[in-house]
């Protein structure tokens, strides 16, 4: 990731909001959910739900399928790692024994361990 497209990211997620829907979304991975069920746990309007989706796709961290007549939305997990990564790119001067722990709380932290042995 560039420093353009985290700029975006960043900017997608600095909106109340599309954050909470953001994080719904995560926590729905990997099933998605359509806007409308996303509008209801965020308590908003479905058309503004609609509007902030489109954000959070353009800054690559949700993605949309088209399930019949409904549109389902998921989080993109690669998007999401990809932002991190690239904030934590030059963590602690290369010794990952210090900002190891930065990752530790998150719930999907040894699946990512898991993945990044495989690689």
Do not use: W
Request: aromatic share 4%.
């Amino acid at each position: 990731m560039d420093k353009k497209k985290a700029i975006e990211s960043l900017s997608a997620l600095a909106q109340e909001t599309r954050l909470s829907a953001f994080r719904y979304l995560v926590s729905c991975c990997p099933e998605g959910k359509n806007a409308g069920e996303v509008a209801r746990h965020c308590k908003v309007p479905h058309n503004t739900m609609s509007t902030h989706l489109a954000i959070l796709e353009r800054a690559s961290l949700i993605d949309s399928e088209r399930q019949g007549r409904e549109v389902i939305y998921s989080a993109n997990i690669s998007g999401l790692r990809a932002l991190v990564d690239f904030l934590a790119k030059d963590c602690c001067g290369g010794r990952p024994e210090i900002c190891g722990e930065v990752f530790a709380g998150a719930a999907c932290a040894p699946a990512r361990k898991a993945e990044r042995v495989r690689g």
